[in-house]
């Protein structure tokens, strides 16, 4: 595994019965027509800072990740959500980030099924004594 992975690459978590691959996968492929470079891949962006990169699927050999590779958990049609090795193809412009973003607000409603189990996946990497040190420090901010 690689020393920058926060998940193991062969981890999968359940996604509920209730949640729509389809209609996951439909609303991605708008991804594809906004940035055709992705070749019909999976296909996903990532705000670095204040730029941010268009990522497409690739082949996992199971290596050290590159510089321009991550992994993205992504649900995928066996009613999971898996870590999809992906590669940064460039750099999106300002109104290109934006045209993405509103696909993405689409897939936000779609993810909302997910929920539970992306909440188990932060917890995962976060581990409970920091998340524990989070709720620490909110609840003196708020006085509680």
Not at 13 to 18: A, N, T
Request: glycine share 6%; net charge negative.
């Amino acid at each position: 595994m690689s020393q920058f992975c926060f998940l193991d690459p062969r981890s999968a978590y359940p996604l509920p019965s209730s949640f729509d691959y389809h209609d996951y996968i439909e609303t991605e492929r708008e991804l594809w027509a906004l940035f055709p470079e992705t070749d019909g891949k999976r296909v996903n962006f990532v705000q670095i800072g204040l730029t941010a990169q268009i990522y497409s699927e690739m082949a996992d050999d199971r290596s050290e990740l590159g510089q321009d590779e991550t992994y993205i958990l992504m649900p995928c049609p066996d009613r999971t959500m898996r870590p999809i090795r992906m590669e940064a193809r460039r750099r999106l412009t300002l109104s290109e980030y934006r045209m993405g973003h509103l696909t993405a607000i689409k897939l936000v409603g779609r993810m909302s099924e997910a929920a539970v189990v992306m909440r188990e996946v932060g917890t995962e990497i976060l581990g409970t004594e920091v998340l524990d040190e989070v709720e620490a420090r909110l609840k003196e901010v708020r006085g509680n």
